[in-house]
């Protein structure tokens, strides 16, 4: 019996060995997203990204497996979201941490990186500021300032004077009507009125006539996606703004690929700045969308989540690389700045000072397919756009 | 002494916890800090009958004075857990002088109206508050000067849980005192407790900002284990979801309140950890469940369970 144990002993060590040397080790990876609840598609988008870039890229780096773990924060809830951090580097001893959809829980995670020896490679929160909380923060996603000052010049030379401003009152859609009021009066343009609507706003025809009352040429409009989206294009349409040749422009996040077909026909001809439109022309894209819709199921739910994941991945691929599978947050950190590579979206680069990404910023008029459905089509590029936001501070 | 045993049980499941999961101290400090905010409902609802769907407000409150008050220079984790308390009892004060006024459904739509005011106070004051961003960048100065709010977050818990213990030890005086058992008189029949010549008012009132107290500690809590406020704090869902947590544990049991938050929490994190993406179906079925099988809470059904065994002992109950 105990040469029997002693035997199967030697034959398991042996096996163990010959597996270890094949792989050496396996390096997990924190995704923190929202994976249900009502911003689920977003989550599923992270997900579509995260498999599309395995399945293209393999699920190894020099010898090292990848395991991704998933966890879920369906709202912006920071203490949850510090919770499932800390759970996934304490207990689960993930070397890296990705994903995150909002701020506030970005926020609550940048604290814990340099006790934890962690990158946290942000897939979508778009705000600024996250970068200057911690050393150890890469972004591979866009700053709701960076997407829309483009749009400043285009309204300009586009011969538009006035512009009426229409934004949710929260935090990104205070940041797009700063970042839009900058650009376009920095252009020759003038802001005339800046309307801020509760969140939760459902009946805009008030806000249009407020619009059409002010005499601007085009409104600035900022929304959440989703419900309120449709129900202000609607609106736009509807009370005869469209017809009496306002123009509408807004930032690509009312846009994006999974709300158009609720969106219809209402939404043709809208005038969107964007860093990713799921149409973009290169052969990168091709493969990426291909891989993630097998990866999320059905082309209609792909939207612009899944490339920041895609190329989160891609960013903490090569800090695998760069530490040969060693846990050295600064050493990672350090290796992806100045970067560049070429991305579904087009050339991207992680600024070596902010660690946000440099990438183009699309022109994009919602056009109908030959096949019926409306999609977005990129008509002109704002080559290698930084982030104004922190480019200021 | 039931009640030096029950808070001899509270501390040794509280260390339990810190034995048995080392790894998940941030999970239960957030427990922690949400059981204190169950157990404010509890003393207004389980208590006094006043149901409120807008508790959040006062843990909000406590939340967002302690997240100020850090941000500009006071960091002393006791000081904060004070400023927490005092902003929630004068936030309780407010809200239980407005929801008074009116009874049942009107006074519920009240609580509801007043945390979506709080919610929206807290967003449109982005200076102060950071708005949708949250507020961040608080660095809590560590306990007594020597433990620190790290990232294993033992102390945060061990804090926590002290904090817990006292503030219930507190709480189960409160109860059985006059005033607490006025208090449930009101619960009763106020009409005939004004009848016997008790005024209603100032009393459902002490035991608001009483309430806002204990919410405000949990909110004090939040803040500083997690370094950031978020408008999700003083948001209808926690407030909807505190209050579910008290329905499974049980309306007026101290010990209801706590075995509702830990057992409600615990069940959310086990199943969303093995299933990131339909667990919330897990957490229904476990509600219904609970409604159906026990309509007045598990600490009901316990009840329920022991007088039967008692009866079918038959001893003397």
């Known amino acids: 019996m105990k040469a029997a144990k002693r035997i199967l002993g030697v034959a398991v060590g042996a096996l163990m060995l010959g597996a270890s040397s094949v792989a050496a080790d396996t390096i997990k990876v924190g995704i923190i997203g929202p994976f249900s609840g009502p911003f689920a598609l977003q989550g599923k988008n992270f997900q579509a990204g995260v498999e599309a870039y395995m399945a293209l890229n393999g699920k190894s780096v020099k010898g090292h497996d990848i395991e991704v773990i998933y966890r879920d924060l369906p709202a912006a809830n920071p203490a949850q979201s510090r919770a499932l951090a800390q759970e996934l580097v304490v207990k689960e001893k993930v070397q890296y941490l990705g994903g995150v959809y909002f701020t506030p829980d970005a926020m609550a995670i940048t604290p814990l990186l340099t006790q934890a020896n962690t990158p946290l490679v942000i897939f979508n929160a778009a705000t600024s500021a996250i970068m200057t909380q911690s050393p ?63 969140l939760n706003t459902n009946d805009f025809s008030p806000i249009m006539q407020r619009v059409r009352d002010s005499g601007a040429d085009a409104v600035f409009a900022f929304l959440p996606s989703g419900p309120t989206t449709l129900g202000f294009v609607k609106a736009y349409n509807e009370t005869g703004l469209k017809q009496a040749g306002i123009k509408f422009f807004a930032p690509g ?34 493969r990426f969308v291909e891989a993630a819709t097998k990866a999320i199921g059905s082309a209609d739910q792909l939207s612009f989540p899944a490339v920041g994941a ?81 480019a200021t501070q | ?61 406590g939340a967002y004075a302690a997240g100020i008050a850090c941000v500009n220079g006071m960091t002393e984790p006791l000081t904060l857990v004070l400023i927490g308390a005092v902003a929630g009892a004068v936030a309780g004060l407010l809200m239980g002088s407005v929801m008074l006024r009116a009874h049942g459904l009107a006074q519920l739509v009240l609580s509801i109206a007043i945390v979506q005011l709080f919610h929206e106070a807290a967003n449109k004051a982005s200076a102060y508050t950071g708005g949708s961003d949250g507020l961040s960048g608080l660095m809590v100065s560590p306990l007594f000067g020597v433990f620190a709010f790290d990232l294993w977050g033992k102390t945060a818990y061990l804090f926590g849980l002290s904090l817990l213990v006292f503030v219930f030890i507190a709480l189960k005086f409160v109860v059985s005192s006059p005033f607490g058992i006025l208090c449930r008189g009101i619960k009763e029949d106020p009409i005939r407790v004004r009848a016997m010549g008790a005024f209603v008012f100032p009393v459902l009132l002490k035991m608001f900002a009483i309430s806002g107290a204990v919410a405000g500690i949990g909110g004090a809590l939040a803040a500083i284990s997690t370094q950031v406020v978020g408008l999700d704090s003083v948001s209808f869902e926690l407030s909807a979801n505190a209050l579910v947590m008290l329905v499974l544990g049980g309306l007026g049991t101290l010990y209801g309140a706590l075995a509702g938050t830990v057992i409600f929490m615990g069940f959310e994190h086990m199943v969303s950890a093995i299933n990131p993406f339909h667990w919330m179906t897990m957490v229904g079925a476990l509600l219904i469940g609970v409604v159906l099988a026990a309509p007045s809470g598990l600490s009901g059904l316990l009840g329920t369970i022991s007088r039967a065994t008692t009866r079918g002992k038959g001893g003397r109950g």
Not at chain 1, 161 to 176: E, L, Q, R, T
Not at chain 1, 259 to 286: I, M, Q, R, W
Not at chain 1, 373 to 382: A, S
């Open chain 1, 136 to 198: 150890l923060v890469v972004r591979t996603s866009f700053t709701t300032a960076q997407t829309t000052t483009p749009l400043g010049k285009i309204a300009a030379e586009r011969g538009v004077k006035k512009v009426i401003s229409a934004v949710s009152d929260y935090g990104p859609g205070v940041d797009a009507e700063v970042a839009f009021k900058k650009a376009f009066e920095a252009a020759g343009g003038k802001v005339v009125e800046a309307i801020r609507m509760p």
């Open chain 1, 253 to 286: 996040d009312l846009t994006q690929e999974s709300d158009l077909p609720a969106l219809g026909d209402a939404a043709v001809g809208l005038l969107t700045t964007f860093h990713y439109a799921v149409s973009h022309d290169s052969p990168e894209n091709k």
């Open chain 1, 310 to 390: 895609y190329d989160g991945m891609h960013v903490i691929y090569k800090m695998i690389e760069a530490t040969e599978g060693k846990q050295d947050a600064q050493k990672a950190v350090d290796a992806v700045k100045g970067l560049s590579w070429t991305s579904p979206r087009g050339p991207v680069s992680i600024d070596s000072e902010t660690r946000h990404i440099t990438e183009n910023i699309y022109l994009r008029e919602v056009v109908k397919g030959p096949d019926g459905k409306t999609y977005n089509k990129e008509i002109q590029t704002f080559p290698n756009q930084k982030d104004p936001g922190l």
């Open chain 2, 1 to 61: 002494m039931p009640d030096l045993a029950g808070i001899v049980i509270i501390a040794a499941v509280g260390m339990a916890g810190y034995w048995l999961f080392p790894d998940n101290l941030a999970l239960l400090t957030r427990i922690v800090a949400v059981a204190l905010l169950v157990l404010s409902i509890d003393l207004v609802t389980g208590y006094c009958g006043v149901a409120t769907l807008g508790q959040a407000a006062l843990f909000g409150a």
